[in-house]
């Protein structure tokens, strides 16, 4: 299993660390001619999706992983990826790849909550560890996206098709559990 690991900016290192200890294959995409390696799947960190988008328009490879995503490259957008992947920012004019149909809110716990730990539910996984750190999270998906945990009342891991999208940082922990789902998505294609 060959998993791409966009490394613009942000949490990348700690996605590789997990998917390594979970037996895969990873490498980093930093520039256009990256992408032309294989890859099994997708990884979209947590950082600033403001500057992740600029530098994908930048280096010209927003359109390029936009089409393979519609086409059914299993993607794990992780906090600021997620933004990257969203439809629609309730609070945010922008729009990146906008693959996934749900309408995100960016830092949606505001400045003083805007970091904490929790343990909650997730499909199909079970109880898992999750940390929040400036994280957005999902007001609304539409028809079609599977809501895999809510903390709160609010939506904070989907599944839609080949995208997972999920608004804490499970690379932060050593419940490796929602990495190995991906894998484990990224190997029924
Ligand atoms: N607040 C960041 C953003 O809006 C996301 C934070 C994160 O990825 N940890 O892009």
New binding site residues.
């Given amino acids: 299993m060959i998993i791409g690991v966009l490394a613009l900016q942000?949490?990348f290192v700690e996605h590789e660390r997990v998917l390594r200890a979970l037996g895969a294959e990873c490498f980093e995409i930093r520039q256009r001619k990256d992408l032309e390696r294989h890859m099994d799947g997708l990884v979209l960190p947590?950082?600033?999706?403001?500057v992740m988008g600029k530098l994908l328009v930048e280096l010209d490879m927003l359109e390029n992983i936009k089409e393979r995503i519609i086409q059914g490259l299993p993607v794990f957008g992780?906090?600021?990826?997620l933004?990257l992947l969203a439809k629609n920012l309730s609070n945010d004019g922008k729009k990146y790849f906008g693959t996934l149909p749900v309408t995100v809110k960016?830092?949606a716990y505001g400045r003083q909550l805007g970091s904490f730990a929790t343990e909650a539910e997730m499909k199909p996984i079970g109880k898992i560890p999750m940390t929040f750190?400036?994280?957005?999270y999902i007001e609304s998906a539409e028809e079609g996206v599977e809501v895999l945990a809510k903390v709160d009342g609010n939506i904070v891991a989907v599944r839609y098709q080949n995208q997972l999208g999920v608004s804490f940082?499970p690379e932060v922990t050593e419940n490796h559990s929602v990495h190995a789902y991906f894998l484990h998505m990224c190997e029924k294609r």
């Fill in positions: 942000g949490a947590g950082g600033e999706s403001t992780t906090c600021a990826g933004i960016r830092n750190i400036r994280a957005p940082h």
